[in-house]
């Protein structure tokens, strides 16, 4: 199911891009200076992203999307009407948005192409629902140019956004085989962060522009253009930050504590299993750097466990070292609540937050796979699993972990730092 609506929305995509371009080739540019100034625009916005791993190349283009979308909604200029078409919008889009990312590709770190598929999808749906009945005077004559213009122009833009975060949920389901409720959810509370900022400018710049002329679309581009490059800083910085939590999870693995990539592992799957059960982005950031720093607790231990396998420990000496672990962890200066996820993670999980009962059972789960506890592999840690759903290990966390693994372990790579 999930295949065949990927395929409906690149075949849409598909179909629209050749078509606008043949379409605008064969008639011409109606206008061709306002199509170059939005143009520039858009190639000018997708030159400033900055690339930044898989995740990031799924990422739109603030000052890009908002010229498109601008120019989706463009009635007038400078009090003149305009006269250019759905097709035309399209192909404008597409043939700049391809000239700005040409030298990403060159790099080697090009958007994807399921990127290009929704834009052309948002902006044809909106031009498609302006278009027509600004050029055939009805929308005039229904609402005007006042205050109901704006308001019909944010409520268009509001069903645009739901329409991307419909699409971006699709085709992340399709990638990654997460469920699309918690993905949906996910993009519609990105849509409430820069994805307000490029609709209110979208609808500012073409506001502007049907008052001032084209001389609206630098003065109204830079504020987003700051805000892209604030947006761009505080990645990096978050980047930086789990880089730096994955490198301490890591000093177990040094010290010989535990098995090598065992703190990565479980982060990996544990990440995997929180998307299953719905977690929301940042319930699912603290479920990640919790689950990277779970075993932190053995590094005051004098004898390490053998092969790190808390699992394996009687219950008091498990809540001991997890109890190390929240402590070593608030020292470090993560979140809170993460230090309580790491100290609370041996508790029967009745006493637990989702978070603490996720890291529990993956991990577990590997030290059950690991030293070769289980010869008959995934399917005997399972049922071990299942044994202990009475006290240690939630039935649905457990069932979750079953469906993840039998889609193949399809899980979210935590980056490892160099060195």
């Not at 998307?275 to 479920?287: A, C, I, K, N, W």
């Amino acid at each position: 199911m999930r295949a065949w609506a990927v395929g409906v929305v690149r075949g849409a995509a598909g179909m629209l891009t050749v078509a606008a371009l043949g379409h605008t080739l064969w008639n011409g540019l109606v206008e061709p200076g306002i199509a170059l100034s939005f143009g520039t625009l858009i190639t000018v916005g997708e030159l400033a992203r900055r690339d930044r791993g898989d995740a990031a190349r799924q990422q739109p283009a603030p000052l890009g999307s908002a010229g498109a979308l601008a120019y989706a909604l463009l009635g007038q200029n400078a009090g003149q009407p305009t006269h250019h078409e759905v097709l035309q919008i399209v192909a404008v889009v597409v043939a700049a948005a391809l000239v700005g990312i040409v030298p990403h590709i060159a790099r080697g770190r090009g958007p994807a192409l399921d990127h290009l598929a929704r834009r052309v999808l948002t902006v044809t749906f909106a031009a498609v629902c302006f278009q027509p009945l600004y050029n055939s005077g009805r929308l005039e004559d229904r609402v005007g140019q006042g205050p109901y213009l704006v308001l019909f122009l944010v409520f268009l833009l509001g069903l645009t956004a739901l329409c991307d975060a419909v699409l971006a949920a699709v085709l992340s389901g399709a990638r990654t085989g997460w469920p699309f409720g918690p993905l949906l959810r996910d993009e519609l509370r990105a849509q409430l962060g820069v994805g307000s900022a490029i609709c209110a400018t979208g609808v500012v710049m073409a506001l502007g522009v049907a008052v001032a002329g084209l001389w609206a679309v630098p003065v109204f581009s830079v504020p987003l253009l700051l805000t892209q490059m604030s947006f761009h800083r505080i990645t990096a910085i978050r980047t930086t930050y789990r880089q730096t939590i994955t490198s301490l999870a890591r000093a177990t693995e040094i010290a010989g504590y535990t098995r090598p990539g065992h703190s990565r592992r479980v982060a990996a799957l544990s990440c995997a299993v929180g998307r299953e059960l719905g977690l929301s982005e940042r319930e699912l950031t603290v479920l990640e750097y919790a689950a990277l720093m779970h075993d932190i607790g053995q590094l005051s231990l004098v004898d390490p466990v053998p092969d790190g396998a808390t699992a394996e420990l009687p219950a008091a000496e498990a809540r001991r070292i997890a109890g190390l672990g929240g402590e070593v962890a608030r020292q470090t200066g993560v979140p809170a609540e993460v230090a309580v996820v790491v100290e609370l993670q041996a508790d029967p999980y009745r006493e637990q937050p989702v978070a603490a009962r996720i890291v529990r059972t993956v991990n577990a789960y590997d030290d059950l796979l690991g030293a070769a506890r289980h010869p008959g592999g995934s399917l005997a840690a399972l049922e071990r699993l299942r044994l202990g759903t009475g006290h240690d290990y939630q039935p649905e966390v457990v069932e979750c972990l079953a469906r993840v693994l039998a889609r193949g372990g399809r899980v979210r790579v935590v980056p490892v730092p160099p060195g």
